[in-house]
């Protein structure tokens, strides 16, 4: 294991951290006094008072992990805080400078899946060094001008452990995606890219038109794990089909899991590792239906059931209400997230706290 620790100086610092744990119970320990422990397969964090600071020590499997570590608790402090406050590491790990979960990427292939599907293969250097695991990846677009004899500028670790962004002439167009397929043999990965008309710049529109040779960005995997559990519910509309498809994938044989999910029609379903019940809006615009609210209220929970969710911001509201305040399941028992919002463009998630070292 490596090891870092710091020490953070702030009058609200220990109530941040509290507030932190309570929203993510299922990951983080503690009371109101400290202190709080954070588990993840890839590392965690100890954060203890003292007076008005906190210490903390975070420790990774690899430099990957740590430097994970150190992300989810400056990322989720900053936020609670609602300030940016610096930190400085001692230890073990970079202090700034490339990630050590980022890589330059290039596209090998590209080629329609259904109407509103297209698959991008991409060489990844190194791809075996990632943690293949974990599902979702950033994905990084250089500006559409940029010319050709110019490399593109691409996120950077401060000395706090945060990730710092290009900006202006350099802006990345940055969105988050599952890692549909990996080829460690091959050193490929392939990302599925909905399609969708839009007079703005868009990641599905690259994705439609990029060509082999051309250069992106990945940061991660992180986040997005497989549910563990006898029975496995999971529901998503055409944007979550990816991490769907994965997790049917990687379904444990003693595991009874099946999905719901939302197309437009037939000729966008695909095949998949397990049974799909699926949803067909008919050309009515994406996220206007309630599809997936009323297939879930046709169902019944049980005790052995897990339910993951992800779909447009109303839905998800709809669903984790329903898991929550009809069917009374807790928070380890199911996870609920908004993939994107009508008239949103760019990222989303369940709560501005939730986003992931990816």
């Not at 100086?9 to 320990?29: K, Q, W």
């Not at 350099?170 to 969708?196: N, P």
């Not at 059931?305 to 807790?330: N, T």
Request: proline share 8%.
């Amino acid at each position: 294991m490596l090891h870092a620790k710091t020490r953070l100086v702030h009058p609200g610092a220990a109530a941040a951290m509290f507030r932190f744990a309570a929203d993510h119970p299922e990951y983080i320990t503690g009371t109101e006094a400290g202190p709080w422990r954070m588990q993840i397969p890839l590392g965690g964090f100890e954060a203890r008072r003292d007076g008005e600071a906190l210490l903390v020590e975070a420790a990774g499997v690899n430099p990957i992990g740590l430097s994970y570590m150190k992300l989810i608790f400056v990322d989720h402090i900053r936020e609670y805080l609602a300030e940016d406050v610096d930190l400085h590491w001692e230890g073990d790990g970079q202090s700034h400078g490339v990630p050590p979960f980022f890589r330059e990427v290039r596209v090998t292939a590209s080629r329609r899946l259904t109407p509103s599907m297209q698959r991008v293969t991409f060489a990844v250097p190194d791809l075996e060094d990632l943690p293949l695991d974990e599902l979702h990846v950033r994905l990084l677009l250089p500006p559409e001008d940029r010319p050709a004899n110019l490399p593109p500028v691409w996120p950077m670790l401060t000395a706090s452990g945060a990730l710092s962004f290009p900006a202006r002439s350099d802006a990345l167009l940055v969105r988050v995606y599952t890692i549909r397929h990996v080829d460690l043999a091959r050193g490929e990965v392939d990302i599925d890219f909905v399609l969708h008309p839009t007079a703005e710049r868009s990641a599905g529109g690259w994705a439609a038109a990029c060509r082999p040779g051309e250069v992106a960005g990945l940061l991660g995997p992180g986040g997005g794990a497989i549910p563990q559990a006898p029975r496995v519910l999971l529901l998503g509309d055409e944007t979550a089909l990816p991490s769907i498809a994965r997790m049917l994938e990687a379904a444990s044989p003693r595991s009874i899991c099946e999905a719901i999910i939302e197309v437009d029609g037939p000729e966008d379903e695909q095949d998949l590792a397990g049974p799909v019940e699926w949803l067909h809006r008919h050309g009515a615009a994406p996220g206007t239906r309630r599809l997936l609210v009323e297939a879930l209220a046709r169902r019944q929970p049980s005790d052995d059931l897990y339910v993951w969710a992800g779909c447009e911001f109303d839905a998800f509201r709809d669903i984790r209400r329903h898991v929550r305040s009809v069917w009374k399941m807790p928070r380890d028992r199911h996870m609920v997230a908004a993939y994107w919002r009508r008239g949103v463009a760019g990222e989303m998630a369940e709560e501005p706290h939730h986003s992931s070292a990816a």
